[in-house]
């Protein structure tokens, strides 16, 4: 290679090596602000939580701090009567005991004047009876018996006034009323110190969450600057990449499960001559390609890579190590070639070694090259025989996609606080080395997102979110990934019917790979289903995904829970902000039911009678004896005939049920497995900031599908999921340990649907 020509393509490698490095940094700083904006946004829902429970507290030690008040003034009344009463007591008792002495005299004077009277009255009666003095003196004894009476009557009467006034305990209860108003003033002065102290930290805690809704809106802005930083350079990088690099990419299929293939395309190498020849004839197709050569190589080792590697890997003739392009008609515009990871290779499926003749390793870096060798003739014109090798593709690895709970699939808390659902997951991903079940090299980690208006109101705007959402999220559109599935599908039923005279044909399996992947072990990978049967499946998978992309294409907004959340953010929720699932006790067939059962709610009585019943029949009358295979076809079936009659003039809620229901009947054909999960709902159960639940307030549960494996290299295998918690309905939690008179009463949300 001249010196000029070698400069030129080390200036290349070196620029794209540069800006590669620069999107991976900004990259990086991306997700940080990721991080940073929910955290920010943590502290600030976090600080509004404090707040509700400060203003609830506030309240309470309000009503508190009034009664208090109230019993005070009360003691103090109280005491002052007491006071009173026992200094008007002793005078009372003074008093009684002086008069009851008076009245006593008194009565013995009368005593004595009677006795008097008495004598002359015997006098009288004995000297004048029965005449004038007799009568007067009669009469005047009868008066003076009846004052001795009342005088005796008088002095009795006194004297116990006297004894009962003595008996009053006034000074006892002058000590107690002492006692009690000096309790109730220490209570007031307790109960003040709180409410002031409540009055403060309220104050406080007001200020810290203004000052948290500065620091939220920086890490918006941050967030925002460096996903503008972020497409800025991934454009300069893709621009550069198509001028200099022959728009060399590798495409990663990011469908579940389908891990087997990645797709390396690039344009033609374009000579910078004249296409005619001198007799004015075309040039041969692809001119002045001979041949291209695609080579996977480690990135790690992709700095060192250079021509005479590549040469010397063709040279050798070991096709493993590489794939074969000709140039023909099928590819002047392009190459598109997709590159199986294992299996045996063909020339319909070439399967790719790396450059030192190792297989693909799922979770390991790579980069892919392509070597362009020219024609003889051109070389003679040129007066040059180097070939060409292009600068190395972006980086890339293919991982196991793990499933994501469906959000139809999480039941609403249960009165003894439990949250049921269903997953379907590739079996192999949860076995070891040697083949056993370990559940938990896989975890299903239950965070409760607060879907609370009041706590999350000054955040981002719907119309905000939107936008993060479209600039943050995983670099790849979600049309795109629509569009994928919707080629793989036409591609599928284009085979089947250029095998339109084969009896059966075989399911799909996904092959092994070195590392952890898919193991071919269930019998419906190995039993034969008609061509018809499957035509009908992909017919109706594919008139589900193209309605489905109409859909995400009208609707990509962030519904709920009114900040920023999504996989990258929920990956590093902290042990103590995450709930984990147990084992549950569902089965198969009770999933399918519930799936089944959505359907016919969301249908309505007037459309009812449209469903095919059969589909129920067939899932309840299911006997573990049934046919694997055969019992799915036969719901398909069903569900094709339904999907005909009522899909295209109900709702276009009714289309993710069918959907979901169609898309787990082909994941169990494929050989996934159904595992039953529960979370617990308990007194220490946090959101996903770590705060304990609030009693009535409202939550949203998101379900983290995520690796949990010693060996890290057995993590970087998987891509972890997360439940579309955006469309999952919220419940009202009820603190068991709480009054009932404390819990809100919230109205009953449904399930959002994207329609």
Same mark, same amino acid.
Request: negative net charge.
């Given at each position: ?39 920010? @946004? ?6 509004? !939580? ?17 009664e ?12 002052k ?34 006795? $008097?009277?008495?004598?002359?009255f ?101 967030? !925002? ?12 990088y ?36 004249? /296409? ?109 025989? $180097? ?30 606080q ?19 079940e ?15 208006t ?66 071919k ?20 998978q ?17 519904? @709920? ?10 990956e ?25 059962d $959505? ?33 799915i ?12 009659? /009522? ?12 959907? @979901? ?36 307030n ?13 060996? !890290? ?11 579309d ?10 603190d ?7 819990? /809100? ?11």
């Amino acid at each position: 290679m001249s010196s000029y020509n070698e400069n030129l393509h080390s200036s290349v490698i070196s620029s794209l090596n540069t800006q590669e490095l620069e999107l991976q940094s900004v990259e990086g700083k991306l997700e940080a602000s990721m991080l940073s904006l929910y955290y920010a @946004q943590g502290a600030r829902i976090t600080t509004a !939580e404090e707040v509700e429970i400060t203003t609830a507290k506030y309240a309470f030690e309000k009503k508190i701090h009034e009664e208090a008040i109230i019993d005070s003034d009360v003691s103090t009344n109280v005491l002052k009567s007491a006071n009173n009463a026992k200094e008007y007591s002793a005078k009372s008792v003074s008093n009684t005991a002086v008069a009851a002495a008076n009245v006593q005299i008194a009565a013995n004077a009368i005593l004595k004047l009677a006795s $008097d009277a008495g004598s002359i009255f015997s006098i009288i009666n004995a000297a004048d009876f029965d005449t004038d003095i007799y009568a007067q003196s009669n009469k005047a004894y009868v008066l003076m018996n009846d004052t001795a009476y009342a005088a005796e009557k008088a002095s009795q009467d006194s004297m116990e006034a006297s004894a009962l006034i003595a008996e009053v305990t006034t000074n006892t209860l002058a000590d107690k009323a002492t006692v009690t108003d000096t309790s109730v003033k220490d209570l007031l002065s307790v109960v003040t110190k709180q409410f002031d102290a409540t009055t403060t930290l309220l104050s406080t805690q007001s200020a810290a969450l203004a000052t948290s809704n500065t620091k939220e809106k920086q890490a918006e802005g941050v967030l !925002e600057d460096y996903s503008v930083g972020y497409n800025a350079t991934e454009e300069a990088y893709n621009l550069n990449n198509s001028e200099l690099n022959l728009d060399l990419k590798v495409a990663i299929p990011i469908t579940i499960g389908d891990h087997n293939s990645y797709t390396v395309s690039f344009n033609n190498y374009k000579s910078a001559f004249n /296409v005619k020849s001198a007799d004015g004839k075309d040039k041969p197709i692809g001119y002045p390609v001979q041949n291209y050569y695609i080579m996977l190589v480690e990135n790690s080792k992709s700095g060192t890579f250079s021509m005479n590697d590549a040469e010397g890997i063709v040279t050798q003739g070991d096709a493993k190590r590489y794939v074969e392009i000709t140039p023909n008609t099928s590819n002047t515009n392009g190459i598109i070639q997709k590159i199986y990871t294992s299996g045996k290779k063909t020339l319909e499926k070439p399967v790719l070694q790396d450059s030192e003749g190792k297989s693909l390793e799922l979770g390991k870096e790579y980069v892919v090259f392509v070597l362009v060798t020219f024609t003889t003739a051109y070389k003679r014109i040129i007066n040059t025989f $180097d070939d060409y090798l292009s600068a190395p593709s972006k980086m890339f690895l293919i991982q196991n996609q793990l499933n994501a709970v469906n959000a139809d699939a999480l039941q609403q808390p249960t009165g003894n606080q439990i949250i049921n659902f269903g997953i379907l997951e590739n079996p192999a991903y949860l076995t070891n080395s040697q083949g056993v079940e370990t559940l938990s090299n896989i975890q299903y980690r239950c965070v409760f997102l607060p879907n609370n208006t009041d706590l999350v109101r000054g955040l981002l705007t719907a119309e905000e979110l939107k936008y993060i959402d479209e600039e943050v999220k995983d670099r790849v559109q979600l049309e795109k990934l629509y569009a994928e599935k919707i080629a793989v599908v036409k591609s599928q039923i284009a085979a089947l019917k250029n095998e339109a005279t084969a009896e059966k044909v075989e399911q799909p399996t996904l092959k092994n790979v070195k590392g952890t992947t898919a193991k071919k072990t269930s019998k419906a990978n190995t039993a034969g289903i008609t061509i018809a049967e499957r035509m009908a499946l992909l017919n109706i998978q594919l008139e589900i995904l193209e309605k489905e992309l109409v859909v995400v294409k009208e609707n990509k907004g962030h519904l @709920q829970p009114g900040f920023f959340f999504n996989l990258t953010t929920a990956e590093q929720i902290p042990a103590g902000s995450y709930t984990l699932a147990d084992k549950g006790k569902d089965t198969l067939i009770a999933y399918l039911l519930s799936e089944i059962d $959505d359907i016919n709610e969301k249908l309505g009585e007037d459309n009812l009678n449209k469903l095919n019943t059969s589909i129920l029949a067939l899932v309840k009358n299911k006997s573990t004896s049934d046919d694997t295979e055969k019992f799915i076809q036969k719901v398909i079936t069903s569900i094709e005939n339904t999907i005909k009659e /009522v899909l295209n003039t109900t709702l276009k809620s009714l289309l993710n049920d069918f959907g @979901q229901l169609v898309k787990d009947l082909i994941q169990l054909s494929k050989g996934y497995t159904f595992y039953s999960k529960q979370v617990t709902l308990a007194a220490e159960t946090t959101d996903n900031f770590g705060n304990r639940l609030i009693n009535g307030n409202a939550y949203i549960p998101a379900i983290v599908s995520i690796t949990n494996n010693p060996d !890290e290299t057995v993590n970087a295998q998987f891509i972890n999921a997360l439940s579309d918690f955006q469309h999952t309905a919220q419940f009202i939690y009820n603190d068991p340990y709480a009054s009932k008179d404390t819990i /809100v009463s919230y109205p009953k949300q449904t399930t959002l649907n994207q329609s």
